[in-house]
């Protein structure tokens, strides 16, 4: 068979070029560490490759999210811990305010102490995580939860929870809404409270309420007013409307309305102890919002100063609730602490499975993708070897012609 000069050429060229690009190639994977550099060099492996790596990233954006939460739930955490040491430092200092010998510049004093105790405990409520979202906002995450009030503070926020997707099939609440820690306090299920108002000029008492018939509880808010010694209206204060008008009033025997009794007692002093006209008695739900029980303190504490006879009475109701209410907070924000640490040791628990399968993903990856680099400088070496044979073949070739074999003259 015969071979023209122009396709010896033509055939060295193309054997060249495919020498040179398999040394390339092989040059570019002992660089790159990669075996699999185009899904060409491997098309079955490649697209393993691909759904593993998306996997990874998936895995890995879980494990990220789950970052983001732990913190978000330890920051929670170490603010509700703040508001424990708030409330149990309040909780002394209701003990002080109790002292009989106190005289009005001391009680000015306490009252300072429980509005910085209000003022400190509404910063904390607004706390945010180190993202500048709120943490007891519920979802509204992008503003603040509580606003400040002439009864302390009021919730603004939703009762929804913000979700981070920590793993394919379970979700971290990283919020919590600050009506289930500060207000909504479930002081008692089955009563209500009774609150002599400020202003009363009787030493006459009222007692806790319980409930008769939980189907008529409307949870509202109430108001016993005195029209006389004799009679008194019971107003529902949430709705505005008249529950009962003209009712007769005799000492110690229940008062009844909406699903609940209650009672009013004659104080001891056979003039001041019986409830004159204009006095009035608040009965609010068992849950209880901790910004109103203190503030009932500081009203409580500023009337006492005023010397009016009913003073002794509300103060001391005053300081009981008060004390009730701080106790069932502080076991209200350890129930949310317990709720926020198995929250983390969840997380936790799934970072450890997260951390085993990016190692398996990435065992995976490896055994498709990297190059053995013994092998592959073995290849090289070869590869160039052989290169370097061609070149030399093909030089003692192309020399080869009948002018080349004339002697020389």
Do not use: C
């Not at 570019?28 to 060099?41: F, K, W, Y």
């Not at 180190?130 to 007891?136: A, D, Q, T, V």
């Not at 820690?181 to 002599?196: D, E, L, R």
């Amino acid at each position: 068979m015969q071979i023209s000069t122009m396709g010896m050429f033509q055939n060295a060229v193309t054997s060249f070029n495919d020498l040179q690009n398999n040394i390339a190639k092989t040059i570019n994977q002992v660089d790159t560490g990669l075996a699999l550099t185009s899904p060409a060099d491997n098309p079955a492996a490649a697209s393993q490759v691909l759904v593993i790596t998306q996997n990874k990233n998936l895995n890995t954006q879980y494990a990220l999210n789950g970052q983001n939460a732990t913190n978000a739930l330890s920051t929670a955490d170490g603010v509700l811990s703040g508001v424990s040491n708030l409330l149990q430092s309040l909780k002394s200092t209701i003990v002080q305010a109790g002292n009989g010998s106190l005289n009005a510049s001391d009680r000015n004093t306490i009252v300072q102490q429980f509005q910085s105790g209000i003022n400190q405990l509404l910063n904390l409520s607004n706390s945010t995580d180190g993202n500048g979202n709120y943490l007891f906002s519920g979802s509204a995450t992008g503003s603040a939860g509580y606003v400040a009030t002439a009864n302390g503070a009021q919730y603004v926020g939703n009762q929804e929870v913000q979700l981070l997707q920590v793993d394919a099939s379970q979700q971290i609440a990283v919020t919590v809404p600050g009506n289930n820690v500060f207000g909504n306090i479930p002081v008692s299920a089955n009563a209500f409270f009774g609150i002599p108002n400020a202003n009363n000029t009787s030493t006459a008492t009222i007692s806790a309420g319980t409930v008769t018939n939980a189907a008529s509880v409307t949870g509202d808010n109430y108001s016993i007013n005195f029209t006389s010694a004799t009679q008194y209206d019971v107003l529902d204060t949430t709705t505005g409307a008249t529950v009962a008008s003209a009712q007769p009033y005799t000492s110690g025997t229940a008062i009844t309305f909406g699903g609940m009794q209650i009672t009013i007692t004659d104080g001891a002093s056979p003039t001041t102890g019986v409830p004159a006209a204009g006095d009035k008695f608040a009965v609010q739900p068992g849950n209880q919002n901790i910004f109103q029980a203190l503030t009932n303190v500081i009203t409580a504490l500023k009337s006492f100063s005023t010397a009016t006879q009913g003073d002794g009475t509300n103060f001391a109701n005053a300081l009981a609730q008060a004390n009730t209410s701080i106790d069932a907070s502080l076991s209200n924000v350890l129930t949310v602490r317990d709720q926020l640490g198995n929250s983390m040791q969840q997380v936790t628990s799934l970072k450890l499975v997260s951390d085993t399968t990016n190692i398996s993903y990435a065992t995976s990856l490896s055994s498709l993708q990297d190059v053995n680099y013994a092998q592959a400088i073995s290849q090289l070496s070869l590869e160039q070897f052989t290169y370097q044979a061609a070149q030399k073949a093909f030089a003692g070739t192309s020399q080869l012609s009948l002018i080349s074999m004339l002697p020389v003259a």
